[in-house]
């Protein structure tokens, strides 16, 4: 696996009512502390949860079998960037224009 840093969006689905035990879970986990987890939000649709990870696919891969090991998702799908097809910040400054 490659050592460069990388992106994944990782789509949870959680057994209905089990928020709190994600919570927890979360947490006693450590991972919004974690470095590699960028972000994690509750929605709604067809997945629960959504977590940013950032880093090596390998820390990202350990993080998100971590991730399953818990009996309340039900399922997860990730969704991994690839190399940059544009720079960002050119094409938010030409938004602006």
Known sequence: MSTEESRAYVLIGLQPGKEKEFTEYVLSKGLLKDISVERMDFV???FDVVVLFRG???S???RIM???K???IGR???LLCF???FNWEDISGRLNE
């Open 44 to 46: 709604h649709g067809s």
């Open 56 to 58: 090596t696919m390998k």
């Open 60 to 62: 990202i891969d350990a």
């Open 66 to 68: 971590e991730l399953r």
């Open 70 to 72: 818990a009996t309340f």
């Open 76 to 78: 997860t799908e990730t």
């Open 83 to 85: 190399g940059e097809m």
